[in-house]
């Protein structure tokens, strides 16, 4: 495995109010091609820690690189092409699948990149199991299991270097579940593409050997983590 | 200008009071527990009003320049102190923009009225300049305060779907058009309602004075015309500014969205 960091956190400190910080002096290095699972218990801030890497959310001091240089030197809008965030919530616009599907590139900084037929989404739906949503339905009739897998079509279609997943899964049935999750393996594995998910679930690394970060809180916050591979 | 107004003595102004003594009784006979206020209301009416009437008079005396500016400016702080209050919002402190806002697009607006459409000469002239301004800065109140109450509430509403588009590449105007867009319209749409209304389902204020005072009905109508046309002009104006300002502090420098959800 290559050993070029693509993320480093150099003493980052993040609170939503000054009494309470969520972290404290974070530093912490994320290889480039690697499979993160961001564990820990509920408010121990794993939203949070996949925000502040796309930017979400502004540290309250101390530095947050990608590819060696600080976020602060990327256009905001290029960055969070590159460093994907799939939220926790899917959401769409009260528009057709299609619309949704092609809303990335209605904006100005995404307006160089191609557009991608009907074939090529009817495709991307069909391989994730969406098989009864036709591209002309509104979005907001699916199910949100449908709409999880459609919010995570989207973003990929993107070509992100860094994907951040924020329970990816959580309202997908076994089946619908296995397909995004293989499909993260493979962009993982065949593409290098770096991938770091919040889940509560036990991992399952047929393939792949993923990397644990977990976040646990204390009354002071101080987050530790340990690689296990 | 002395044709056929009437004056109104001080034994006709204390009659005038019978109704206040009359809404007071009716008050005090339900127990509605309101006397105290209309009170207090007749009585800063009477007090604001003669206290106005008598700085206008002075103002329209001395006829200056400085003085007629160093009005117009106390009105816009006024009017947007009065904003800031009536619009509940502790993260974003949007005094300053809606200050600018209101001093560019009102300073453009009234000098374009008075100097070229009425065509007073000089453009400040007391007697057109203050109250016309009075006017504008009045009416467009309201709608700047609607205008940013509901551009904070929809940002705040609508987070999830401000930061999906933030995701996907788009930049803060891009993932907030939609909103400012829902914003101008709430605001906008009492001053357009009011276009619609006028002289048929009621007589604007002004033109009522105009003819109470004796003016030509058909006068007074060109007066009102020009003034709803500025009030609405001027509302667009000062809305979409104070908007635009108020969206660019709700996102950082990286383009995120800063307004939290409201604790309850």
Request: positive net charge; aromatic residues 8%.
């Amino acid at each position: 495995m290559a050993a070029t960091s693509i993320i480093d956190f150099c003493r980052v400190s993040f609170g939503f109010s000054v009494e309470a910080p969520l972290f404290t002096g974070l530093t912490l290095t994320i290889r480039e091609g690697g499979f993160y699972l961001v564990q820990g218990p509920s408010g121990a801030g794993k939203s949070t820690f996949l925000r502040l890497i796309n930017r979400l959310e502004e540290p309250s001091s101390g530095e947050i690189l990608f590819k060696g240089r600080p976020l602060s030197s990327y256009s905001p809008p290029l960055l969070r092409r590159s460093v994907l965030y799939v939220q926790q919530t899917p959401t769409v616009i009260d528009a057709s699948v299609r619309e949704n599907l092609l809303l990335p590139f209605s904006f100005k900084n995404n307006a160089h990149l191609e557009q991608p037929e009907d074939e090529r989404l009817k495709t991307l739906l069909t391989d994730f199991l969406l098989l009864g949503v036709g591209l002309g339905d509104n979005a907001l009739t699916l199910s949100l299991g449908q709409l999880q897998r459609l919010c995570f079509v989207r973003g990929l279609m993107l070509s992100p270097d860094v994907l951040l997943l924020d329970e990816p899964t959580s309202a997908l049935d076994r089946e619908s579940g296995q397909v995004v999750e293989s499909m993260v393996e493979r962009l993982n594995r065949e593409s290098g593409l770096t991938v770091l998910t919040v889940t509560h679930k036990e991992p399952r690394p047929d393939l792949i050997t993923p990397r644990i970060l977990k976040i646990t809180e204390g009354r002071i916050t101080k987050v530790r983590w340990n690689m296990e591979s | 200008m002395e044709h056929g107004i009437l004056d109104i003595g001080p034994g006709q102004l204390a009659l005038a009071l019978v109704f206040i003594l009359a809404a007071g009784a009716t008050s005090l006979y339900h127990g509605l527990k309101l006397e105290r206020d209309l009170l207090v209301g007749a009585l800063r009416t009477f007090v604001q009003l003669f206290l106005l009437g008598y700085i206008l008079r002075f103002i329209f005396h001395l006829n200056s320049v400085w003085l007629v500016l160093v009005v117009f400016i106390f009105m816009i702080v006024f009017a947007a102190r009065i904003i800031r209050a009536r619009v509940k919002e502790k993260q974003v402190s949007f005094f300053w923009p809606i200050l600018i806002s209101m001093v560019i697009s009102y300073s453009l607006v009234s000098i374009l009225v008075t100097g070229v459409v009425v065509g007073a000469k000089p453009w400040w002239k007391p007697q057109y300049f203050i109250p016309l301004a009075g006017m504008l800065i009045g009416n467009s109140m309201n709608a700047m305060a609607i205008s940013l109450d509901r551009l904070l509430g929809e940002l705040r509403r609508r987070r999830h779907e401000v930061e999906m588009m933030l995701c996907l590449g788009a930049d803060y105007q891009e993932a907030s058009k939609d909103m400012v867009r829902t914003a101008m319209r709430a605001g906008m749409i009492p001053s357009i309602n009011s276009m619609m209304a006028a002289g048929v389902v009621f007589i604007p204020g002004m033109m009522t004075g105009q003819i109470l005072a004796g003016a030509d009905p058909v006068l007074a109508i060109r007066y009102q015309i020009v003034v709803m046309i500025m009030l609405v002009g001027s509302t667009a104006i000062v809305s979409l500014l104070a908007v635009l300002l108020v969206r660019r502090l709700c996102f950082g420098l990286g383009h995120q969205l800063l307004l939290r959800p409201e604790n309850k």
